[in-house]
């Protein structure tokens, strides 16, 4: 059984919405609370680039993405969610759940990935 299992990707206009989720299914509850959990992307032809990350106390985000995204976890369901609105091609890439983040640094615990793409 996977540590991190991301899901929600899909196809979607310029403009729309998308929420991505991201489950712990190998984790306590008692530990979850206490990760530190990200997301990067990334897209055809270039480096895996932070997104945003949420540890118990702070939130950070990417430029590119501040105002638009938000990373948000609910630690009854051990699940982590990057909702992503008013999205641009430029959004299109794999995105990946991780786990032990350090500020926009990423851990070592990935998730499979999931496909967004933005397009009309």
């Known amino acids: 059984q996977p540590h991190l299992v991301e899901s929600g990707g899909g196809l979607v206009q310029p403009g729309g919405s998308l929420r991505l989720s991201c489950k712990f299914p190998?984790?306590?509850?008692?530990?979850?609370?206490?990760?530190?959990v990200g997301w990067f992307r990334q897209a055809p032809g270039k480096q895996r680039e932070f997104v945003a990350a949420?540890?118990?106390?702070?939130?950070l985000y990417a430029d590119s993405v501040k105002g638009r995204f938000t990373i948000s976890r609910d630690n009854a369901r051990k699940t982590v969610y990057l909702q992503m609105n008013s999205l641009k091609p430029e959004d299109s890439a794999v995105y990946y759940c991780?786990?032990?983040?350090?500020?926009?640094?990423?851990?070592?615990?990935w998730g499979q990935g999931t496909q967004v793409t933005v397009s009309s």
């Open positions: 991780n786990r032990d983040v350090e500020g926009d640094r990423a851990g070592d615990y």
């Open positions: 190998r984790s306590i509850l008692s530990s979850f609370v206490q990760y530190a």
């Open positions: 949420r540890t118990p106390t702070d939130t």
